[in-house]
C-alpha cells in the first residue's frame, strides 16, 4: 500500500527556516519523481518543487527559487524540502505527491497520482 506522509511544518516567522519531510511506504522513491506541492487559504493547489530520480533534475516554482531546495535519500526512502527566507505569502498547507516514473519532472497536479495528508507551514510574526 502507498503511503506518503509529511512533517515537520509549524509555525515560522518571516525570514526563517523549516525543512518537511516526507516518508514514503509501499514503493521505492528512487524509481519515481517526488514533489511538492502547496494550497494557500482560498487558493488552488500549485506546484512548488519536483525531483527526479537521482536528484539530477530538479525544478521550483518561480516564487520559491533561491529560496527553497528539495532532496531525497533513497536509502531512506524520504524527501524533503529545505525553505529558506519564509515568507507570509508561504503560508500553506504542503503536500507530497508521487509522479509518473519519469527522467523530466512535471508541473501538472494530474501526474501526480498518490498524495499525502498534508502539513501546515504558517509564517507570522
Known amino acids: 500500500q502507498v503511503q506518503l506522509v509529511e512533517s515537520g511544518g509549524g509555525l515560522v516567522q518571516p525570514g526563517g527556516s523549516v525543512t518537511l519531510s516526507c516518508a514514503a511506504s509501499?514503493?521505492?522513491?528512487?524509481?519515481?519523481?517526488m514533489g511538492w506541492f502547496r494550497r494557500a487559504p482560498g487558493k488552488e493547489r500549485e506546484f512548488v518543487s519536483g525531483?527526479?530520480?537521482?536528484?539530477?533534475?530538479?525544478k521550483y516554482a518561480d516564487s520559491v527559487k533561491g529560496r527553497f531546495t528539495i532532496s531525497r535519500d533513497n536509502a531512506e526512502n524520504t524527501v524533503y524540502l529545505q525553505m529558506n527566507s519564509l515568507k507570509p505569502e508561504d503560508t500553506a498547507v504542503y503536500f507530497c505527491?508521487?509522479?509518473?516514473?519519469?527522467?523530466?519532472?512535471?508541473?501538472?497536479?494530474?501526474?501526480?497520482?498518490?498524495w499525502g495528508q498534508g502539513t501546515q507551514v504558517t509564517v507570522s510574526s
Open positions: 509501499g514503493f521505492t522513491v528512487s524509481n519515481y519523481i
Open positions: 525531483i527526479n530520480w537521482n536528484g539530477g533534475s530538479t
Open positions: 505527491a508521487r509522479g509518473p516514473a519519469s527522467p523530466y519532472v512535471p508541473l501538472v497536479s494530474s501526474l501526480y497520482n498518490y
